[in-house]
């Protein structure tokens, strides 16, 4: 019988820190959407690696769910909590900085392995053909240099067949569409550059075009391209919630209009 993803996600998200549980309960929808993509083509009995896990649910229910999963990411702890926390209040990421010292060890109880790492300046690490899934969600946008190499690392550390599934914003979409020529498209705040000892936000979106190119670059075959619009249905205001969920349902047939974009491709058997 399949899982009850939301349930599973539901009660996940109630073993988190008390003041996690509301944050990762507003994900919910983008976390269980991301998780039935991988068992839509690879089931569970999967070896996976997500590259830029952080330290969200995903990779905590992947294990729960029987997958065997590591994490990547660098998981910096290089500031003083407090300090950060009054100098940076709102910059994207700070939670990777401040709480996978402690976060992780519910991940680690579940049996995922984590692998502190930067894929992009010391390689993937993973042997040939001994992963069935690769998936990086959200994280490819923050990335300062080209991903080209490690991409092809991915490859062969794919067995023939393996999935490979990568989520990032639409530079292009609807919502951006509308809020340039009204100048509400600024990129991102001073703060997260400015303040930051090392910038860690939005550094190039791609667009649909971009996401092909990529995999035609990897070889990949049985390509799809996803739309769908995640902003807005983590508020918490209800009726922003349903107004985005409205406007999600609305945009997925034109994945070219949705804020988010999802590559998901194999490698050849």
């Known amino acids: 019988m399949a899982p009850d993803l939301k349930a599973v996600f539901e009660q996940m998200a109630q073993r988190f ?54 994490m990547m990411d660098d998981f910096e702890t290089p500031y003083d909590e407090a300090a950060l926390a009054e100098a940076l209040p709102n910059v994207p990421d700070s939670i990777n900085f401040t709480r996978a010292h ?9 049996g995922v392995q984590i692998m502190q790492r930067d894929p992009l300046a010391e390689g993937f690490g993973f042997p040939p053909n001994s992963l069935d899934v690769v998936s990086t969600f959200g994280s490819m946008e923050h990335w300062h240099n080209s991903p080209k190499l490690l991409f092809a690392s991915v490859m062969e550390a794919l067995v023939p067949g393996g999935w490979f599934v990568l989520s990032a914003p639409n530079c292009v979409s ?14 991102s705040q001073i703060a997260d550059w400015y303040e930051a000892t090392r910038f860690r936000g939005h550094v190039r979106e791609p667009d649909v075009s ?25 508020s918490p205001r209800p009726a922003i919630r349903l107004a985005a969920r409205m406007l999600d349902r ?12 999802y590559l998901v491709g194999r490698k050849p058997r």
């Not at 919910?28 to 997500?50: E, H, K």
């Not at 609807?174 to 990129?187: E, I, N, T």
């Not at 092909?212 to 807005?232: F, H, K, P, Q, S």
Request: charged fraction near 25%; hydrophobic fraction near 45%; include cysteine.
């Open 17 to 70: 820190p008390d003041d996690m549980v509301e944050e990762q309960l507003w994900d919910l929808p983008r976390i269980v959407f991301n998780t039935q993509l991988i068992l839509d083509r690879a089931g569970t009995d999967v070896r996976i690696c997500d590259i830029g896990a952080g330290v969200g649910m995903f990779g905590a229910g992947c294990a729960e769910l029987g997958m065997q999963m590591t």
């Open 102 to 110: 402690n976060v992780l060890d519910l991940h680690r109880g579940l």
């Open 174 to 187: 609807f919502a951006k569409r509308v809020k340039v020529p009204l100048g509400l498209a600024k990129w």
């Open 210 to 234: 971009d996401l092909r190119y990529i995999a035609e670059d990897m070889g990949l075959v049985d390509i799809e391209i996803i739309g769908r619009t995640w902003m807005g249905q983590m």
């Open 250 to 261: 609305l945009l997925r047939p034109w994945p070219t209009l949705c804020g988010d974009l």
